[in-house]
C-alpha cells in the first residue's frame, strides 16, 4: 500500500478521517457498544455531529423527505447533475463502528479534500447518510435510500413499532415529510458512490486493499414444510414411520452441496444457508408429525436463482417421496433481484486504485446496501475494503486506518476522473 494521498491537490486527511470515525463511534449506548439505532436519540445526536462535520467540509446540508442526511455543494455547472457519496449512519444492536459509518465520514473527508481545492468540480457533490440502512424497530430497512429511489410505499409508511410509533410518525419525528414523499426521488444523479467494510474474509485473506463491487446479490427465502405422522419413538418399528424430519434433513444436505456446485460454476457469488429448522411436536420419544425449514439463497444472477429455485422445488417433493411424508408447502418468503454496479464506475474504480498504487478485486457484495436501492435511479459502485478477520455486526468489528483511507483516495480519484479534472 502506498502513503501518498490523491494527487492534483486533493489529497485525504488521513488523521482526520480516523478521529471522525472513533468520534462518531464513540456516541453509543454505553450499556451495548456500539449501538447507534434508526430513530432513537442517540441517532439523532449521531446526526447533530455528522451535520456539523459537513458545515465543516463547506457542505450545505438538508434533510430530504425520506430522511436522509444531505450535505451538498454546488459544482460549476447546473446542468452537470450531482455526485452522490454515501452510506448510513444506523448501526444494528451491539455493532460495530465501521459498517456504515466508514462511507459517511469517508464521503465527509472527499467534501473536505475537495473544498481545500481552489475551484468547485463541474457536478454538485452531495454526501448522503442513508436514513435506516439496518432493519429497523418498523421492521423495514433501507428507508432513505427506498425514498430516493421512489421505493418507499403508503404500506412501509403504515408499518408500526412496537410502541406502536408509525414509520410515517417516525420519519416526521427525524425531519422527514412523509407528505411530500415524491420530492425525495432523484433523477439527478449521475454517480454514486458507496464505501463500506467488505464484512467478510476474502480482503484480508487475499491481501488485497480494495474490492470493487459487481453487483450486490438478489436475496431469495423459501419455507418448505413435510408432513408425515407423529408416533412413539419406542414402539414404530423402522420400516413403519413417516418422519418429516427426515425429509427435511435430506434437503439440508441437498441444500449445501448444490450451492457448492452452483458457486464453483463461474456464474458469480452464490450462497444459500438453511438457518431455520423445525419439528413438531419436538420431544424426545416422539417421531415428529411436522418439520419445517427456512432456505435463504443469494446470487447475482437472476438466472442462477431461477434454476436453483426450480431444481429445489422439484428435490423438495422428492425428498418428500423418498421419506414417504407430504410436501405440505412450498412458499416464497421474499424474492429481489440482484442489482448490478454500474460497468463504467467499475471501470473507473479500477483506474483510480491502479493509479493510487493499491491492489484491487472485483467482487459480489454477499449483503445488501444501500447502492442496491441508489442502483434504480442512477449508476451505482461500491467500493469494499478489508476487515479484521471477515467480522462485523460485533463490537470487534475493525477496519485499519490505512485501509480505511486507501477507499477514500480510491472514491476521491474516482470522482476527479468522472468530473473531468485535469
Ligand atoms: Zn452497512
Known sequence: MTD????????????????DIMALGAITDPA??????????????????????MHDASLVTHIDAAGN?????????????????????????SGGRFDGMAGVVGGIAIAR?????????????????????????????????????????????????????TLEAALARVGGDPSRL????????????????EQGPVLEAEGIDIGVVTAIVGITRFEIEFQGTAGHAGTTPMGRRRDPLIAAARLIGWVRETAELFAARGSGHFVATVGVIEALPGASNVIAKSARIVIDARSEDGALMSEFRAALEAQS?????????????????????????????????????????????????????????????????????PCKGGRSHTPDEWASAPALAAGTEVILEAILRIDGVP
Not at 34 to 51: A, C, K, V
Not at 145 to 150: K, Q, T
Open 69 to 93: 442526511l444531505i450535505g451538498r455543494r454546488d459544482g460549476r455547472s447546473p446542468s452537470a447533475g450531482v455526485i452522490a457519496v454515501g452510506s448510513h449512519s444506523d448501526s444494528v444492536p
Open 4 to 19: 501518498s494521498g490523491s494527487r492534483r491537490g486533493a489529497a485525504i486527511d488521513r488523521e482526520t478521517l480516523w478521529s
Open 317 to 385: 417433493q422428492a425428498a418428500a417421496a423418498a421419506a414417504t411424508v407430504d410436501r405440505l408447502a412450498f412458499r416464497l418468503l421474499s424474492d429481489n433481484q440482484p442489482a448490478i454496479c454500474d460497468p463504467r464506475l467499475r471501470e473507473v474504480l479500477g483506474l483510480s486504485a491502479a493509479e493510487l498504487g493499491y491492489s484491487c478485486m472485483a467482487m459480489a457484495s454477499g449483503a445488501g446496501h444501500d447502492m442496491a436501492f441508489i442502483s434504480r435511479v442512477a449508476p451505482a459502485s461500491m467500493v469494499f475494503i
Open 32 to 53: 451495548r457498544p456500539y449501538t447507534r439505532r434508526s430513530f432513537s436519540p442517540l441517532f439523532l445526536e449521531g446526526r447533530t455531529w455528522l451535520r456539523q462535520r
Open 113 to 165: 479534500a475537495l473544498a481545500e481545492r481552489e475551484a468547485a468540480l463541474a457536478h454538485a457533490l452531495e454526501i448522503i447518510d442513508f436514513l435506516a440502512e439496518e432493519p429497523s424497530e418498523y421492521g423495514l430497512s433501507c428507508v432513505g435510500s427506498r425514498g430516493i429511489s421512489g421505493c418507499l410505499s403508503q404500506e412501509h409508511l403504515a408499518l408500526r413499532n412496537r410502541q406502536n410509533e
Open 182 to 197: 415524491g420530492e425525495a426521488l432523484r433523477t439527478d444523479i449521475k454517480a454514486a458512490f458507496e464505501l463500506h467494510i
